[in-house]
């Protein structure tokens, strides 16, 4: 897809996004809105996959390891064709099948069930490995929060994934400057961030994480260096694309009603139809 | 009857004590909002610590914190206090000794439809399993603010569970909570329901709606799990020979298993266990959650109707 494509695609995305989270009345915009299009540019024109077979033994990987934004997952898989729209629209409702946070035994093309931060980079290091070791040619995508790079346990596999020279992995990582509380700057401190991972023998690149003509050229050159895992520093905003949702922690989780629905409603459609 | 948020229960609590004690220092991670603690931070903001998304190194915090004079609160969902920081709560807090709380929201399925990577239906039997922790689940607002001024009066470490939604009022003003004691809030001599937490509700519903039948059912609530008041236990199971638990928490181990560790050594009464039934939850509502779990009134009922009628 050209990036004109992918950038419609993510257009679409949003609303999609944004009429499941007031259709079904819960979930968590803020870091779904600031990740789509990242998720958008993996799905439709960086990863290796084939939707009627998600279990693709050769297929890329995909883990988000910031699971509370399943909605914008859960919105790729349908415009990707892996869930159908009725079951979107039972998000987060007694008896479906798409929680809070997604469930791989559960949701058909999830990579592993997510949730609580600070594992999924560990599993994903992991499936990489396993690659190395079976000399497979697939590669291995993991999208972290900033906030949720607090927890010890993301440099615990970032320090296993260099040692391992594992670069079949790639890290997004989701530098929206905000976490529940409010700014990860004023709540624990990350900066110097890139630096960090440098230190910790990764190879890393910065981008605007809502511009397809960064995202898409930077996840297409992996490994930026053979034998060192990547991370992309994809700089966002939170809420990206709901104009009251933006850079607040306000709407880090939550979904909105009455006249604020109809507005961020208004908001994704017009952006849809301005295309 | 009224109902009442159990997290705020507990928060305004925490302030009040907070003028009580100059040395109550609160600790977060990253969930203000969800624990309630915001109200401390506004009260004593000097005296509130904020960690980040780091609930292993909060427990190492509080656990230092404790070691020089100080009484930590931390919060966090239960989840995370008590598998993410497990062994920091088991070696650097409950060995020692150190006088940290642990208050836990989001207890049992009351997540609701987050999912299970937020449910903690396995943390009483964690925290039981741990020498030295004392672990309280209260099941209204009143049990709430007691249990939360006994824990801080204590000296050693607590895990105090608080749910996340809004608990129905049933402590009146003559039952008190006391750590290791449960109260007696039916009596009855036909069968026994102990509860914990705020299933207690649902059991006190049950006997009622059975005392209309004429059928006389004791209701304990057991508001500490451990330690286990094994005196209240151990005449349950004398004078009315058929226990049914509830709580909101997996059967193995938790107060089910509790009661029938005390129970079985005098071989006097069956025990009956509800609760969930050692599986990951379907998605929903905590409400449809307890209900697909068979933790409602109803369910009580004909589990002690069976037992009744033999
Ligand atoms: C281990 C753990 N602790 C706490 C939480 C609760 N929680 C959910 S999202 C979140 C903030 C995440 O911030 P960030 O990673 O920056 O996510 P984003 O801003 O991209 O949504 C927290 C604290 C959790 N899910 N897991």
């Known amino acids: 897809m050209t990036y004109n494509e992918l950038e419609r695609k993510a257009k679409e995305a949003r609303k999609w996004l944004v009429e499941t989270l007031v259709k079904c009345g819960a979930g968590h915009p803020g870091g779904a809105l600031s990740s789509i299009d990242i998720m958008i540019a993996l799905y439709f024109e960086v990863m290796n996959i084939d939707p009627n077979r998600p279990e693709w033994d050769e297929r890329d990987r995909f883990i988000l390891s910031k699971g509370h934004s399943s909605i914008g997952l859960y919105t790729t898989l349908y415009l990707k064709g892996m869930i159908e729209k009725d079951t979107l629209l039972t998000f987060r409702q007694n008896g479906s099948m798409l929680s809070g946070h997604p469930d791989m035994r559960k949701v058909r093309g999830v990579e592993m069930s997510t949730g609580s931060l600070g594992h999924g980079l560990s599993v994903g290091a992991g499936m990489a490995l396993a690659g190395k070791m079976d000399k497979k040619k697939y590669r291995v995508f993991v999208i972290v929060g900033d906030g949720e790079s607090q927890e010890g346990s993301i440099w615990e596999a970032i320090m296993f994934a260099a040692h391992y020279k594992l670069d079949n992995l790639t890290v997004i990582l989701d530098r929206n400057g905000i976490q529940i509380d409010g700014i990860t700057e004023n709540i624990m401190s990350l900066e110097p961030y890139a630096d960090k991972w440098k230190a910790f023998g990764w190879e890393v690149r910065e981008i605007n994480g809502h511009a397809m003509a960064e995202i898409v050229p930077a996840l297409k050159s992996v490994p930026f260096t053979e034998g060192k895992p990547s991370v992309v520093i994809a700089h966002t905003i939170k809420g990206k694309g709901v104009s009251f949702m933006e850079n607040t922690n306000a709407w880090h989780g939550g979904a909105p009603k009455g006249d604020l629905a109809a507005q961020a409603l208004r908001e994704v459609e017009e952006a849809l139809a301005k295309d | ?310």
């Open chain 2, 1 to 310: 009857m009224a109902k009442y948020s159990l997290r705020h229960a507990f928060a305004e609590a925490l302030v009040d004590l907070g003028k009580k004690y100059p040395n109550l220092v609160a600790l977060e991670a990253d969930l203000q909002d969800s624990t309630q603690s915001i109200q401390f931070m506004k009260a004593f903001p000097e005296r509130y610590i904020q960690v980040g998304i780091a609930e292993q190194n909060m427990m190492g915090i509080a656990a230092g914190l404790a070691l020089s004079g100080k009484i930590p609160v931390t919060h966090t969902f239960a989840c995370f206090a008590s598998m993410r920081a497990c062994e920091q709560v088991r070696t650097s807090i409950a060995y020692p000794k150190l006088n940290v709380k642990i208050f836990v929201s989001h207890c049992g399925v009351s997540a609701g439809t987050a999912g299970t990577s937020h449910h903690a239906i396995e943390d009483i039997a964690i925290m039981r399993a741990i020498p030295n922790m004392t672990v309280i689940a209260p099941g209204d607002a009143r049990e709430m603010r007691q249990a939360a001024e006994a824990a801080i009066r204590y000296d050693g470490p607590a895990y105090v569970r608080v749910g996340a939604g809004e608990a129905e009022d049933v402590y009146t003003e003559t039952h008190h909570f006391e750590i290791g004691k449960a109260t007696v809030l039916r009596d009855g001599n036909d069968a026994t329901i102990i509860s914990t937490g705020q299933l207690m509700y649902e059991a006190v519903c049950a006997s009622d709606e059975l005392r209309k039948q004429g059928k006389k059912i004791r209701v304990l609530q057991m508001g500490t799990v451990k330690p286990i008041d094994r005196e209240v236990i151990l005449e349950a199971a004398e004078e009315t020979g058929f226990i049914v638990t509830i709580e909101e928490h997996n059967v193995v181990g938790g107060l089910g298993g509790a009661v029938a560790e005390v129970a079985a050594e005098i071989g006097k009464a069956k025990v009956r266990r509800l609760g969930i039934q050692d599986r990951f939850s379907p998605v929903g509502t905590a409400a449809y959650i307890l209900g697909e779990e068979m933790l409602t009134i109803n369910d009580i009922i004909v589990s002690l109707l069976e037992f009744v009628k033999e």
